[in-house]
């Protein structure tokens, strides 16, 4: 606190990231980042990229990107928005199209950047409990809102609301804007991004962090009708004409054309997520269905934030979240199989000492 913060400031209860630890070393499984590099193909991008050409801003409207993006997802450039990380593509979202009289709706247990935008934008909000067993229901949403928002696959839960359900979302609330944020989308559903020609009230959010392991590129994308899409521009040309810069534009197209690489790296996560869920089940975990690259799991004598801890001893980073609901579960990033093996062994040892 000091004297010289705004009043805005001082009301603010800012977002905390995972941990990122300067120890060498540790497995890390706890902020979602893919184990693989990226493509060996963005690399040479980037190094081609450094050149005297940084004295130039960069193109402000990122067009070689935006086409690439459009015509992985058969879309049109004007229906294609791009930013400096999803969480930047989400914020002027907020901003730009979810901040109305009604309030906006997102799931109890979510993203927990979304409260924080909507503090600090000034967007009331109505958080809708999940059911039990962490699903979604649509029908929980039928009422007055400014907004829907939720990640599909859901984080840190992992579970995946098909496409027909979120039709039906679209359909039932005509009248406010829907964003769906696919971050995880690429280890197990399929995206929204096919209905955006359906649906005007319709706003896919993606990014380049995961599935296309630049999480230190920042880059993340939007897709939606025209007109949404315009109203991310004013947003973003009233803040920051050039959110992404020379080595992340030419980084970000590589990536996507790099589809072999993408697929490879894509299928080793969801093989070793897998495999990974069948060991923490043989341990006593209850582990919740992903669609995501990472899993979400309760042990049914253990205590979450000491076997967090535990692990940690171990060199062994998990997520634990001390929130209502979820306190009993780890959110656990899946590693390379060697990385993922190694918190099974550490886990059998620390379960035959006590
Ligand atoms: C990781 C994540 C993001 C943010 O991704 P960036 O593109 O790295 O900013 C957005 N939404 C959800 C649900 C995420 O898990």
């Known amino acids: 606190m000091s004297r010289y913060w705004s009043p805005l400031v001082n009301s603010l209860q800012p977002y905390v990231p995972g941990e990122q630890p300067k120890l060498r070393n540790l497995v890390k499984l706890n902020t979602n980042e893919n184990p693989y590099g990226p493509s060996p193909r963005v690399l040479e991008a980037l190094c081609a990229e450094a050149n005297e050409g940084l004295r130039l801003y960069p193109d402000p409207n990122s067009d070689r990107l935006r086409d690439a ?112 944020d696919e971050a ?42 025209a007109p949404l899409v315009e ?40 093989e070793t997520r897998e495999w990974l869920k069948t060991e923490l089940e043989r341990l006593g975990f209850e582990v919740l269905p992903s669609a995501a690259n990472f899993l979400f799991a309760r042990h049914a004598r253990r205590d979450a934030a000491a076997l967090a801890a535990a692990l940690r001893q171990d060199g062994i980073i998990v997520r634990h979240f001390k929130q209502a609901r979820i306190e009993q579960y780890l959110r656990i990033t899946i590693g390379t199989e060697a990385q993922c093996r190694q918190l099974v062994e550490a886990l059998n040892q620390l379960f035959q000492s006590a």
């Not at 559903?189 to 962090?209: E, F, H, I, K």
């Not at 197209?253 to 080793?268: C, H, P």
Request: overall charge negative; aromatic content about 10%.
């Open 69 to 180: 993006i459009a015509a992985r997802y058969g879309l049109e450039r004007d229906q294609v928005f791009v930013g400096n990380g999803s969480d930047e593509v989400l914020a002027h979202t907020f901003l730009g199209l979810l901040k109305h009289d009604q309030p906006l709706l997102f799931p109890d247990i979510t993203y927990s950047f979304y409260p924080v935008y909507c503090g600090l934008y000034g967007i009331e909000f109505e958080q809708v409990p999940l059911a039990e067993d962490f699903t979604l229901r649509i029908e929980d949403y039928r009422r007055p809102n400014g907004g829907i928002i939720f990640p599909n696959p859901n984080a840190p839960t992992g579970r995946l609301l098909p496409l027909e359900a979120i039709e039906q979302l679209l359909e039932a609330n005509s009248q406010s804007v829907v964003v769906v």
């Open 184 to 225: 995880y989308i690429d280890f197990g559903g399929d995206s929204a991004a096919a209905l955006v020609a359906r649906y005007p009230n319709l706003l896919v959010v993606q990014t380049l962090s995961k599935s296309r392991s630049l999480a230190g590129l920042r880059v993340g994308f939007a897709m939606g009708q």
């Open 231 to 270: 109203a991310l521009d004013r947003v973003k040309n009233s803040f920051n004409s050039y959110p992404l810069d020379r080595l992340a534009l030419a980084g970000a197209v590589a990536a996507l054309e790099d589809e072999t690489y993408f697929e490879q790296t894509r299928r080793a996560v969801i």
